[in-house]
Every structure is written in C-alpha cells, then in structure tokens.
C-alpha cells in the first residue's frame, strides 16, 4: 500500500505520478493514442506541479536540484541512491543473471543454470532483488511507481549499454492477463519496456505476447509449482517476430519460469534469439 505522503516532495510525487482514473480503459491497446495523450497528460500534470512542489528522490524524498539534464533518472532519484541501485555487472552469470564465482571455467552457464534447458539466451540485469533495488522495484509497481520504473529502465540501459549494443528487432513485454491490466492503471513490464524501445530506438510491441490464461500469484510458489503455473500461459499472435531478435522485458526475474515460458512461445513462433532485460534477478537460494 502507497505510504500517505508527509511532506511536500513526497505529496509531489504520489500525486504527479498517478494516472488519472480513465487512464485504465485504454490500458488494454497500450499503442492507440489515446493512451499516448493520457501518458503525455500526465507528463504535463508532473510539470505543472513541480512549479508548485520542487521534485524530490523517490526512494529517500530528499529534495532534489531542478534537473539540467532531459534524463528522467536525473530528475527523480538522488546521486546516492543512483550510486546505491547500480551493481556492478561483473561475474553475473551472462545465461541466467544469476552471481557467478570468480573462477569459473564456463563462460556460457554458471552452476544453477547448466542444467536447466532456458529458452531464452541471455539476461542482462542491474542487480539483485536486495537492499534499494528491491526497495525500489517494490515502489515500481505500485500506481503511482511509473516515474521510478522508467527510472530504473534509464538506469539499466545506461548501465548495461554494451550488452544492449546488440542487435534487436523488437521489445516485448511480459504481458500480464488483460483483466489484470484492467484494474491496473500502471504496470511496471510494460512501462519499463516502453521506455529502453524508446531509449534504443527499436519498435515496443505489445499485441503480439498475450497472456492465454490467468495464472495465480507466483511470490510464493515453489520453483516447480511456477512452471507448471507458466506452462501454455503464453500465447504469440501472428507471425511478426519469425526471424528476430527479441528483447524480452519484466522487472523481476525470480525462478525464470515466466520468462522461460514467454521465451519459449516466441522461439516457437519463429524468433531468432531472445534476451530477457531485468531491473533486478533473485539471489539465488542456498
Ligand atoms: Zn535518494
Ligand atoms: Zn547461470
């Protein structure tokens, strides 16, 4: 639950980024225009208010510097908790994410991943669901978290900007049930995988991944259970990703069973090669 506001940053914030009611009905064809006016409404609703309250960090609320820059991170997060969110991407498993030991030997699988057979190639993450960044993804999918998802979108391509050199052809969120996002006027998949299309200049497609069936909450299922959860809850429409690269895009990976089950549906539709971008991956459970 969103904590009531107590200052006037914190007020700034809670009130600029929620979406007017209405913004709902069009959250179901995300690409029609008239989501893009309620997005650039909103854009001009948080512009008007920071004449009134001055910006501040979402994750501490101390007040922040008008911004110099166009960057959205600059505007919304202070210097020490921008320096707090990034993890080095160093020794992160390039397969799963997932932390890998300095020594070793295999460059492709770290020893969690060797034996599952993922469907998709590579995840390129920020850092660990600990600390701030949990924190943070936690603050992301509330309503008013669509400012700090695109926050964190920035960071992490910013990041992780040679592994996002390569080639793609489309970026596709994970879809959530379309009754899900019809009570839901934000959704943090979406929102984030919004932003990096715009940030590397390569198409958003939301129709062609459709969620096929509801599937119950995963936060506490047992990694087997998650599978069979994901199993055919995936659908792809037409033929459009046959032969591409595909950037696939959640704000959390935790078993990879979703994203398994996603990948797994667009390889059978003919995708060349699909990468998973994450904010942030489980630590592993020993
Ligand atoms: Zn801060
Ligand atoms: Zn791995």
Known sequence: MTPIPYNAGQLRNAVSDRYPVWMSIFSLRPQSSPFRLAELLSDVQRTALEFVYPPSCHLCHVELARPASDRIHVESLCSACLTRLVQPAANSCRRCGAPRGPFTVDEDHCLLCRRENYAFDEVIRLGLYRDDLRI?????????????????????????????????????????????????????????????????????????LAKARWTPKQAKSPPVQRRQQQKSAFRVVGTEVRGKSVLLVDDILTTGATADAAARELKRAGASRVVVAVVAVSPPRV
Not at 165 to 181: C, G, M, N, S, T
Request: aromatic content about 6%; proline content about 7%; overall charge positive.
């Open 136 to 208: 943070a993804c936690l603050m992301a999918k509330n309503p008013a978290g669509r400012l700090l998802s695109q926050t964190l979108a920035d960071l992490l391509v910013d990041a992780r900007e040679i592994s996002f050199a390569q080639p793609f052809q489309a970026v596709i969120p994970i879809p959530e049930h379309w009754i899900k996002r019809l009570v839901r006027p934000h959704y943090a998949a979406e929102t984030i995988a919004r932003r990096i299309s715009t940030r590397l200049k390569v198409g958003l497609s939301t129709g062609i």
